[in-house]
């Protein structure tokens, strides 16, 4: 336990873990929206949004030994105009961070999230591209 982690995720405890950028704050809709998505996923689905986020499956066994806090920043382009509901999340493992669109709804965000967890192959996708990404996306939903 003291190695791996704890085999179940616990949100209070990467809530607890988390920092905001300078224009995000833990009472934006949206970010309000990830914790209520994220608690409604189940173990195996926290599991594959940490190893999306941070490119690992489990969290420290408790506050102490997080030796990095996961930081949560606006998606890039998240701009007045444009239409968050079309563009996906995008991580940084390295970071553990995640630029998080702000959402119209906890639906879409899950899909979303679900859609870049289980598509994003591996962390150094930058150097390789992914079959999806040759082919095209296809449809998110």
């Known amino acids: 336990r003291r190695v791996c982690g704890e085999r179940e995720v616990d949100i209070d405890l990467l809530e607890a873990n988390t920092e905001y950028d300078?224009?995000?704050s833990p009472n934006d809709e949206h970010i309000k929206r990830l914790w209520r998505v994220l608690r409604s996923f189940n173990h195996e689905?926290?599991?594959a949004f940490l190893?999306?986020?941070w490119a690992r499956p489990r969290l420290p066994p408790n506050a102490a030994e997080f030796n990095q806090k996961f930081k949560i920043q606006n998606a890039v382009g998240?701009?007045?105009?444009?239409?968050?509901?079309?563009f996906l999340p995008k991580a940084h493992t390295c970071f553990f961070s995640l630029n998080l669109p702000k959402y119209s709804a906890d639906e879409i965000m899950a899909t979303r999230l679900r859609y870049a967890m289980y598509n994003c192959i591996e962390m150094d996708a930058d150097f390789r591209l992914a079959e999806n990404e040759m082919t095209g996306w296809g449809d998110l939903d």
């Not at 998240?78 to 079309?86: F, L, T, Y």
């Open 78 to 86: 998240d701009g007045p105009k444009s239409n968050p509901d079309v």
């Open 45 to 47: 689905e926290r599991s």
């Open 51 to 53: 190893r999306f986020v």
């Open 22 to 24: 300078d224009d995000v």
